[in-house]
C-alpha cells in the first residue's frame, strides 16, 4: 500500500519512457512521508485503443489507492503534487488527471495479514 496505476495513452510513452513516468509517481509518493518507501507500488497501463473529445489527442490519469487515515488536505496535496510532476514532464498531454481513493481498513487484507503467525495483525508482518 499504497498502489498508484497510471492509465495512458499509448502515444505518451513516445514522449517519456514507463519508467520515467512512473518514477516522477513513485518520487512523489515517497516525498510525502505519507507512506513506507517499501510499500509504495507504481504501476503503468498503455492503451492503443481510446476515444476523446474533439482536438484531444492523448491522456494520462493516475488512480491512487491508499489506506484510510489520511486527511483531505493530505490526499488533497498528493493529487496536486503528483498531477503537477507529471505536468512538468508532459508539458504538451490533452487531459491529465489524479484521483485518491481510500481502502477500507475493515475490508483490507493481504498476505501478511492471514499469516497465523502475525498476532498483532500488522499489514507489514514479514516485510
Same mark, same amino acid.
Given at each position: ?9 499509448q502515444?505518451?510513452l513516445?514522449?517519456k519512457?514507463p ?6 509517481v513513485?518520487?512523489v509518493?515517497?516525498?510525502t ?5 517499501n510499500d509504495?507500488?507504481?504501476?503503468l ?7 476523446l ?5 492523448n &491522456?494520462l ?6 489506506? %484510510?487515515g489520511?486527511?483531505?488536505?493530505? /490526499? =488533497? ?7 503537477t510532476q507529471l505536468?512538468?514532464?508532459l508539458?504538451?498531454?490533452s &487531459?491529465?488527471?489524479v484521483?485518491?481513493?481510500?481502502? %477500507?481498513?475493515?475490508t483490507?487484507s493481504? /498476505? =501478511?495479514?492471514i499469516?497465523?503467525?502475525?498476532s498483532n495483525?500488522?499489514?507489514h508482518f514479514?516485510?
Amino acid at each position: 500500500m499504497p498502489h498508484f496505476i497510471i492509465e495512458c495513452s499509448q502515444d505518451i510513452l513516445q514522449q517519456k519512457t514507463p519508467d520515467e513516468i512512473m518514477d516522477a509517481v513513485y518520487h512523489v509518493a515517497e516525498s510525502t512521508g505519507l507512506f513506507a518507501v517499501n510499500d509504495i507500488k507504481v504501476r503503468l497501463q498503455p492503451y492503443q485503443y481510446y476515444r476523446l473529445g474533439k482536438n484531444k489527442n492523448n &491522456f494520462l490519469h493516475v488512480f491512487g489507492y491508499i489506506m %484510510e487515515g489520511r486527511s483531505t488536505k493530505q /490526499k =488533497a496535496d498528493l493529487s496536486t503534487q503528483i498531477s503537477t510532476q507529471l505536468t512538468v514532464l508532459l508539458p504538451d498531454i490533452s &487531459f491529465l488527471s489524479v484521483n485518491i481513493t481510500e481502502f %477500507e481498513a475493515a475490508t483490507y487484507s493481504n /498476505k =501478511a495479514l492471514i499469516n497465523p503467525e502475525n498476532s498483532n495483525h500488522n499489514r507489514h508482518f514479514g516485510l
